[in-house]
């Protein structure tokens, strides 16, 4: 899998817009350092090496990186979306709401799904059609679909689904203790990667992440292609909304409150430009991971949650700028040898 | 150092141009600039008489005055914000200032209940500045987006306020523990208009004067508009970058101070989500979210738009559970409104291009 | 929460009832016990746990207070499977979501922790016992009263509530609307608006209430985030002094309130003693002195003999009221 | 009238303005410069031209204070000067006209030009009137119709070359840099620029002119500087000097002939377009394209050109009017169906429009060709490189790796690249908007080669220039644009400079701009 992340070249002065500058560098940083971490932690950390704390772990992942999957599509395209945790909301909402109208599960899911098409493409039609901020249509959907959701389940809390599906939700395959969610999970994450690296419409995402006049007159349609995308984060946040509900058991209209932020910051981490036209799949993996393994880790040794906030933080923030200025130094050395 | 020319020699005569004066342009964007304002005036305007027919005590003095308050401190974050936002950068990190300003100065009124006001809100805005001067240095010197650097530091200023009062035996400031002086603030008025509320009018009017009259605001809008020509042209791009993130910290602080005299219970939990909402404020008011255009005051009126919105719909008797759906609506109208005013505008200019 | 069709296995007390319990068990010495409140540094919570402190340093275990900083199930769920992978062997909590943290409870106690919930309860199968502050009757019943006593019985009174979700919140409503209706004829609850146990909405609810209602007498707020913030409106505005306000709340918010004239009278349990009994009924569990099963009781250090109830409840008591006269007997 | 006499001031004779003494700057592994010279005299109008990526824009950053060159001095008065950052370069009286126009789209024209340096009222306010004024009377020195309050959004690339030049004007100067300012420009515009420069030469001001049209060379420069590979090959008094000498030396071989056309005898039309129009930009545009056949789409700058083939390529929409290709009728503003049918279009606007500036150079040349080189879905890395290779060849572009990011090549090696990514994908109907813009002699007349032989070889062509000898040499049809109509279509027997631009102007008062 190769990635258009070619590293800002010297001159900051080549003619380009400032953000190539900011580009950073596709997951293989993030993701030695996810297994360091790792390494580290199973050594010094007692009780994060276990079977069962693995699948703690990778539970509290699977969502965040189920829609950091579509997600990270949409930002290489120089898009976002942060309606994503309110689409979870809603189609919780709309899945408690039906169930208590006696439909069965097996007709629910589709019916939700749908629904989430639906929501991803009025942030499609707003962004790709009207031609508006895909960063303000989708503060405004977050508020929307946030307050549907309330609209349609109010202050209820639907509870009572079919034990098989809420315990599937949670179950581990054999002994191992991983969920076995995971390998639905990793094969959508098998897909997206092949389409985003080594397919035409994969090249065409990062074109148009980096200049979208330049992929209109190279014949690539913009607009079509990011509705789709949009569509489809859609339809993927309401599956996400459909398991969410299934693992805690819980139909609310306030679930996944405030995710969004937590999937943006995974794919951040993962070395996507948040300015599209840069990144890979591989790092934004290995982000949420590492977010996921580094709270983790933290709680077993009891730091409080003030302390776990912070250090979310300072990840993030390192995870930038640590590349930009190892890029600078090489740069500097690069600069001297001639002149000495 | 460089030498003067002397005039230079006039041109032959056909090839001097034809006359044409920019009359026309000139009033276009003056009508673009008004009509974008415009807009929001109107839906704000209609948003109200909608409102009074429902619910005619709506215009009551106390309800008009407390609807100022609330809007204030919103203003106040969307003025700065609009500063960062103009140089095509965006501070997330402003509801965990606001919340650490507000901490900040509670304690100190409660540790020193001697402190003058005016030290008080310094010492706010003294908080905010520091924090974004850290968010500025991290972006312009390090170069890196500024929407991952203030994701990161809403989580890690928020940590450090609710890590400081739960090291302090101070979890929660309450009324009791702030001095009188400082709570009379929260409601005093200035010819029945709440003084928080003018306090915000004049950072407002403070800010668009400068963004508009000054070389070092125009270059703001240089920086956001084109980064590399702006660094070609000579601009100090970090330098004005750095400002602009320290001045909306100081706002931000100074909002701190505003959310203390006003709600005067602070707990870690205070501007909590606020962030969404200041860059919602100035969106809505056609602040260009890419950078390079939009003005302070329709950020202002973005904000006023806003917090009416929320004090209005419980007022017309709306279900509670349709008050956010209501809001996320009504932004998306407000933007929608801003881009067909823009694309008129781009429609007249291809006209006139051709008409040359 | 809403349910469909008959509900599986409500069985009281959860799967520890049928084992059999022994009164006169020693609290083992080191028991690790877990205080997991709905929020961190939320002040009643705080008082909370220095109640459990207090109590489980009575009987020397080891006390630990963890917790997310934002109020959500699934943030508690994550810090619940810390605490197995722990190894806690109490585990002391206030439900975000009756039904959202069953499952992750579930592999705690199977992992040989016992569970106890105060302040708002899970489903009865996924805990051992539940301390109930008062009875949600008593809370309700307290609430009408004072609020009859201040409008004199009549006239339209709206409630503040805290998140449209919060379990124990919509019971007591319920109940205070059925009590109101038959005690009080001609009191009318006109509405029931939430502000999130956030300062500033509650603060706007207050404000968007009297806009809504100009005849409104009263209003009462079975939070105390509300509360507060409902207080310190009416006694910034005009409406001081005009419209009453009582509800649940605690002494060190409503002292200043109480002493300008806003609120006459409010209550409230004591959190602390709340905490403390939690922690008592946690190692009794862990003692085996109770098993969770209706009848058993145990003792809670100076708070006394205690007595489980239906579906493994224990009832801390009837709340304090507070006003002019006690309330500066109290700090917390 | 355009053949300016032998130059009024003395060639040569002031004292020496600004010097380099042999500076190199390499970006990591491209030496761009390496012992580069130049020397600027008082007075003078002085030529510096080299092939495509011998350093010329680099050598300009130089001077204006944005690369720090790694050896060498920059000499000022004969004092050494570090020229930190373009400021510095500013205030030491240097102006400079980038290759790329670099303007402000959010902002007026007025304020694009006076950025930093706006006219103060009292208490350091900015005086919007004096700005507008000084703006008005800028652009009537330069004969440009500009509203000076229009926002800078939405300028032709040719209107934004001029605004930059009004911006460079407005430092009065005492060192003039324009690097390539006259390739997005056409005869008219080109006299108006040539006129200011010798006025400020005359007022004693040092002029850099860098260009690759040698008759503007030659019309205005009385020194001329050669580079080639980032070095400095000659410098001569340009009356010395004859073109093909100049060629010799930067190409360092001959040079055949510029514009080598064959005869080709027309086949079917391929291209049919009729009663196209788009309101307000151009009306009722129609014309045939046959196969083997070059058509030019002659005109001033602004008349539309460029709209007229985008629309027809199928990204602007249009109001009224059919495209068909081969019989086949084309949908509307879908550039994708224009592919299929066997239309490519080589944009007007390399940077924004021809290429993706941060992807790699490889990876720009197949994007059109994605879906070709997929097996079953899949792409090959190895299968683009191939192809990137190949084409990359046959346009001999001149880039470090293919794996660069396409915005590291020289202004003419990106073009190339835009060649290779669009006659990869072997169209049947090939547009050309300003091809050869900004290249160099040698690569100009492979590309008019290529152009002519792949016509030859039945490839309809529609070729949109503002160069007439150009025009003139390549095309078979000249088909005339003004104001957003079609007024003339001249066969290559009939077509010459005065028929074109009289044509074009719609009047005979202007001079046929560009005799070269
Ligand atoms: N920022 C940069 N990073 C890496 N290489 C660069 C950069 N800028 C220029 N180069 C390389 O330096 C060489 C000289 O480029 P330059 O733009 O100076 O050529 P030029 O003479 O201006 O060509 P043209 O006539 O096409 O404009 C080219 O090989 C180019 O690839
Ligand atoms: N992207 C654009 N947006 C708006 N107006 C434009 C745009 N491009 C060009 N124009 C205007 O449309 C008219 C035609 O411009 P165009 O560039 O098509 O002319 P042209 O004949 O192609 O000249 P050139 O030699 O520059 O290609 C000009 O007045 C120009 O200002
Ligand atoms: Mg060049
Ligand atoms: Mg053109």
């Known amino acids: 899998m190769t990635v258009d992340t070619a590293p800002a070249p010297a001159a900051p002065a080549a003619a380009a817009p400032a953000r190539r500058g900011l580009a950073l560098p596709s997951g293989s940083v993030i993701t030695t350092f996810l297994v360091l971490f790792l390494v580290v932690a199973a050594f010094s950390v007692e009780g994060f090496a276990s079977t069962r704390n693995a699948g703690f772990l990778l539970l509290d992942v699977v969502v965040i990186a189920l829609i950091a999957l579509p997600l990270t599509l949409v930002v290489v395209t120089g898009e976002i979306d942060l309606s994503v945790a309110s689409t979870v909301g809603l189609s919780s909402a709309v899945m408690g709401q039906l169930w208590i109208a006696g439909l069965p599960l097996e007709a629910i899911v589709p019916l939700v799904l749908v629904l989430g098409a639906v929501l991803g493409a009025v942030n499609g039609f707003l962004v790709t059609r009207l031609g508006l901020p895909s960063l303000a249509v989708t503060i405004g959907t977050l508020a929307l679909y946030r307050g549907l959701a309330f609209v349609v389940l109010g202050d209820q809390a639907v509870a009572d689904f079919p034990r098989a599906w809420t315990t599937w939700a949670i179950s581990s395959i054999g002994t191992t203790g991983i969920p076995t969610v995971v390998v639905p999970l990793l094969v959508l994450v098998v897909v997206t990667a092949v389409v985003l690296h080594a397919t035409p419409v994969g090249r065409s995402l990062y074109a148009m992440g980096n200049s979208e006049d330049a992929a209109r007159f190279s014949g690539i349609d913009v607009a079509r292609t990011k509705l789709w995308l949009f569509v489809v984060t859609g339809v993927v946040s309401a599956l996400g909304g459909v398991y969410w509900t299934l693992r805690y058991g819980s139909a609310r209209a306030d679930n996944a409150t405030g995710l969004e932020l937590q999937v943006i910051a995974a794919i951040l981490l993962g070395g996507v430009s948040i300015f599209g036209g840069s990144g890979g799949l591989l790092g934004v993996i290995a982000g949420a991971l590492l977010l996921a393994s580094v709270r983790n880790a933290l709680q077993l040794v009891n730091v409080p949650s003030d302390v776990l906030n912070i250090v979310t933080g300072v990840l993030l923030i390192t995870a930038v700028v640590a590349p930009q200025v190892t890029a600078r130094v090489k740069r500097r050395l690069a600069r001297r040898r001639p002149a000495s | 150092m460089s030498a003067p020319l002397t005039k230079p020699a006039p041109l032959p005569e056909e090839l001097a141009a034809p006359e044409r004066s920019g009359r026309r342009g000139a009033a276009l964007v003056q009508r673009l600039v008004l009509a974008r304002e415009l807009g929001i005036l109107a839906a704000l305007v209609l948003l109200v008489v909608v409102t009074v027919i429902a619910n005619p005590r709506f215009l009551s003095g106390q309800n008009v005055r407390d609807l100022l308050l609330s809007a204030a401190i919103l203003t106040v974050l969307a003025a700065g914000q609009t500063m960062v936002i103009i140089t095509r950068n965006v501070d997330l990190s402003v509801g965990s200032v606001l919340g650490l300003s507000a901490y900040a100065s509670g304690t100190l009124m409660v540790v020193a209940p001697g402190t003058p006001v005016v030290v008080v809100v310094l010492a706010g805005m003294a908080v905010g500045a520091v924090c974004g001067l850290l968010n500025g240095a991290i972006v312009a010197v390090a170069g890196v987006p500024s929407l991952v650097v203030t994701l990161g530091t809403l989580y890690a200023f928020r940590g450090l306020d609710s890590l400081w009062a739960s090291s302090s035996d101070r979890l929660q400031i309450n009324a009791a523990d702030l001095p009188s002086g400082f709570k009379s603030l929260g409601g005093a008025r200035l010819l029945g208009v709440p003084v928080l509320f003018l306090v915000a009018v004049v950072v407002v009017v403070l800010v668009g004067y400068h963004l508009r009259t000054f070389r070092s605001g125009r270059e703001l809008y240089g920086i956001g508009s084109a980064p590399e020509a702006a660094r070609l042209s000579g601009i100090p791009v970090g330098k004005r970058v750095l400002t602009a993130f320290v001045v909306n910290g100081a706002l931000a602080g100074l909002a701190g101070v505003l959310y203390a005299a006003r709600f005067q219970t602070l707990d870690t939990t205070a501007g909590t989500g606020q962030e969404l909402f200041v860059v919602a404020a100035a969106v809505v008011g056609g602040v260009a979210i890419f950078g390079g255009s939009g003005s302070v005051y329709g950020a202002a009126l973005g904000a006023l738009l806003l917090t009416t919105i929320g004090t209005a719909l419980p007022q017309l008797g709306l279900d509670p559970f349709w008050r956010d759906a209501a809001v996320g609506a009504l932004i998306l109208g407000a933007i929608a409104l801003d881009r067909a005013l823009q694309l008129r505008l781009a429609a007249r200019l291809r006209g006139r291009n051709a008409r040359r | 929460g809403t349910t469909r069709g008959e509900d599986e296995g409500s069985s009281s007390g959860g799967d520890a009832a049928g084992a059999s319990a022994d009164p006169d068990a020693e609290i083992p010495a080191d028991l690790a016990i877990a205080f997991l409140p709905k929020q961190l540094n939320n002040p009643y919570f705080d008082v909370a746990a220095t109640g459990s402190e207090r109590a489980v340093g009575e009987f020397e275990g080891e006390f630990s207070q963890v917790g997310p900083s934002e109020a959500s199930a699934s943030s508690q769920v994550s810090y619940i499977n810390t605490l197995t992978q722990q190894g806690a062997d109490v585990i002391l909590t206030s439900a975000n979501d009756p039904n959202a943290i069953c499952s992750a409870l579930d592999q705690a106690r199977s992992g040989g922790a016992s569970v106890v919930t105060f302040d708002s309860d899970t489903s009865p199968e996924c805990r051992d016992v539940f301390i109930n502050q008062a009875t949600p009757q008593g809370i309700a019943e307290t609430q009408i009263d004072l609020m009859a006593e201040q409008i004199g019985g009549a006239g339209q009174v709206a409630i503040l509530s805290a998140t449209a979700n919060a379990t124990n919140q919509n019971t007591w409503i319920e109940l205070m609307t059925e009590y109101a209706a038959s005690e009080y004829p001609d009191m009318e609850i006109v509405a029931t608006v939430y502000g999130d146990d956030e300062d500033e909405k509650s603060f706007q609810e207050t404000q968007g209430l009297l806009q809504t209602y100009p005849d409104l007498a009263g209003i009462i707020s079975p939070t105390t985030v509300g509360i507060s913030a409902a207080a310190r409106y009416l006694s910034g505005s005009e409406y001081k002094g005009q419209v009453a306000l009582t509800g649940l709340g605690t002494p060190n918010q409503m002292r200043e309130f109480v002493q300008d004239g806003t609120v006459t009278a409010f209550a409230l349990w004591n959190p602390e003693d709340l905490g403390y009994l939690a922690a008592f009924a946690g190692a009794a569990l862990a003692a085996g002195q109770i098993t969770g099963a209706e009848g058993e009781s145990f003792t809670a250090g100076d708070l006394g003999e205690y007595e489980i109830g239906a579906d493994g409840e224990i009832v801390l008591g009837e709340p304090t009221v507070f006003n002019a006269d006690n309330i500066d007997d109290f700090d917390f | ?516």
């Open chain 4, 1 to 516: 009238m355009d053949h300016a006499p032998v130059p009024s001031a003395p060639p040569a004779a002031g004292q020496v303005v600004l010097a380099l003494e042999d500076v190199g700057k390499s970006f990591g592994a491209v030496a761009a410069l390496r012992g580069a010279r130049l020397e600027l005299r008082a007075g003078e109008a002085h030529a510096l031209v080299g092939e495509n990526g011998a350093g010329k824009s680099t050598l300009v950053k130089v001077l204006a204070g944005v690369h720090g060159p790694d050896t060498g001095r920059v000499l000022l008065d004969g004092q050494p000067v570090t020229l930190a950052d373009p400021a510095a370069a500013r205030a030491a009286g240097i102006a400079v006209i980038y290759q790329e126009p670099t303007l402000f789209p959010d902002l007026s024209v007025a304020e694009n030009i006076f950025m930093g340096r706006q006219p103060l009222l009292s208490g350091r306010r900015i005086d919007r009137r004096g700005l507008a004024e000084r703006c008005r009377a800028l652009f009537e020195r330069l004969g440009v119709a500009l509203d000076p309050d229009r926002p800078a959004r939405g300028l032709s690339i040719a209107d934004q070359q001029m605004v930059e030049i009004a911006k460079a004007l407005s430092f009065d100067a005492r060192v003039l840099v324009m690097d390539e300012p006259t390739a997005a420009l056409s005869g008219v515009e080109v006299e108006r620029l040539f006129a200011v420069a010798r006025s400020l030469r005359a007022s004693g001001a040092a002029v850099l002119f860098i260009s690759h049209r040698f008759d503007e060379v030659f019309d205005l420069c009385d020194r001329i500087t050669v580079m080639r590979d980032g070095q400095w090959v000659s410098t001569d008094l340009a009356r010395d000097l004859t073109v093909d000498q100049v060629v010799r030396r930067m190409v360092g071989r001959e040079v055949s002939s510029l514009f080598p056309k064959t005869e080709v005898a027309p086949g079917e039309v391929v291209l049919e377009v009729r009663g196209l129009t788009r309101r307000g930009v151009f009306s009722d545009v129609s014309f045939d394209v046959r196969a083997g056949e070059i058509v030019a789409l002659a005109g001033l700058v602004g008349a539309g050109r460029s709209e007229i083939v985008r629309a027809v390529f199928g990204i602007d929409p249009y109001d009224a009017g059919s495209v068909r290709v081969s019989g086949k009728a084309l949908r509307k503003g879908d550039p994708a169906a224009a592919m299929a049918a066997g239309i490519a279009l080589v944009p007007e606007d390399r940077r924004q429009q021809g290429l993706v500036m941060e992807l790699s150079v490889e990876r720009n040349a197949t994007l059109t060709r994605r879906w070709k080189l997929a097996r079953g879905g899949l792409l090959s890395s190895r299968a683009e490189r191939a192809s990137a290779a190949e084409w990359s060849q046959r346009l001999q572009v001149k880039a470090g790796k293919l794996s660069d990011p396409v915005s590291t090549l020289s202004g003419g090696n990106q073009q190339k690249v835009v060649l290779a990514k669009w006659l990869s994908t072997e169209p049947t109907v090939l547009v050309v908007d300003e091809p050869t813009r900004g290249i160099d002699v040698g690569t100009k007349s492979e590309v008019h080669r290529l152009l002519s032989q792949l016509a030859a070889e039945g490839l309809a062509v529609v070729m949109v220039s503002s160069e007439l000898p150009e025009v003139l040499g390549m095309a078979d049809r000249v088909l005339v644009v003004s104001e957003g109509r079609l007024v003339d279509d001249i066969p290559r027997a009939r077509a010459d400079e005065d028929s074109v631009m009289l044509a074009a102007t719609g009047q005979g008062a202007v001079a046929p701009g560009g005799v070269r």
